[in-house]
């Protein structure tokens, strides 16, 4: 387990660039979805006000 | 801006997108488990070459964004159809991210590869200058309030800024650069072993899966977006 941790002495910068990489996508994905919730109630607000 | 989307079109993308988010999910644990467990370290580089799995990807994804972007720029130019506006605006923040991701993790391969964080070589730089023409577009379009002025000033940064994509792609060709030169090429066999292509083009693959979810969320907020804006001048 150590040895996969520490890939050969390369580890920190195997794992930061992978955490770095999943980070900035889990980021772009949540806050999109979030965006998305938000603006699909307000339009359907929107709409319920115009009928 | 007259954008004709009809409802059902807009449950097609919702339908999608659940398949798309699964998909995506289930292709990086796989491509993970490769690229982390199942692949052989590199004879000379050792274990530091499995940041190729995420850094390549994300580097030939941001210039297939860039790419789609600079198509959708100019056919918006030629039929003036609001759509492909809203293409190149939901692919430039996703194509930001991944120039962001690939000069960083290219950064850290850098350091145990060639002893330095950062060289102002061709590739390099070119990537770098890549990551400034999408936050250009990006703040452009939230400067400029006319949305029509926004919209033609944009679409011709976009289009402009697609002379930097060859570049990127044969600097290391034309320049002597620190950067390596392709390992795979349309035109000839992969200088990869398999072991090391399996997993690369798993993540690969996964990249492209997570490219269409969020475009496709992002397609969505512009349009509501866009509905929002006629409901309220109505």
């Given amino acids: 387990m150590s040895e996969f941790i520490l890939m050969n002495g390369y580890g920190t910068y195997i794992w930061s660039a992978y955490a770095f990489t999943f980070i900035i996508l889990g980021y772009l994905f949540f806050t999109n979805s979030l965006k998305l919730n938000k603006k699909q109630k307000q339009l359907d607000k929107l709409l319920k006000k115009s009928d | 801006m007259n954008l004709k989307i009809s409802n059902s079109q807009i449950e097609h993308i919702k339908g999608a997108n659940s398949y798309l988010i699964v998909s995506t999910f289930l292709i990086f644990v796989v491509g993970l488990y490769f690229s982390l467990l199942d692949s052989p370290p590199d004879y000379i580089q050792g274990d530091s070459m499995r940041i190729m799995y995420v850094h390549v990807p994300s580097a030939w994804l941001s210039l297939f ?98 002379i930097n994509i060859p570049i990127i792609k044969f600097s290391v060709d034309w320049w002597n650069t620190l950067h390596q030169p392709a390992t795979i090429s349309k035109l000839s066999a992969p200088s990869i072993d398999i072991n090391m292509l399996i997993p690369l083009l798993i993540m690969t693959l996964g990249y492209m899966c997570f490219l269409i979810t969020v475009f496709l969320i992002k397609l969505r907020i512009e349009i509501i977006d866009q509905k929002m804006v006629r409901l309220s001048e109505v």
């Fill in chain 2, 65 to 162: 964004s860039y790419t789609i972007l600079a198509i959708s720029c100019i056919v918006w130019f030629v039929t003036r159809n609001p759509i492909f506006n809203l293409f190149a605006k939901s692919i430039a923040p996703i194509g930001a991210a991944f120039t962001l991701i690939a000069l960083v993790t290219g950064s850290i391969w850098g350091k145990p590869t060639w002893g330095v964080w950062w060289v102002w070589d061709a590739r390099l730089t070119s990537m770098l200058l890549l990551f400034f023409l999408y936050l250009a577009y990006i703040l452009l379009w939230q400067s400029i309030t006319n949305q029509e002025t926004a919209a033609k000033i944009s679409a011709a940064l976009g289009i402009i800024g697609f």
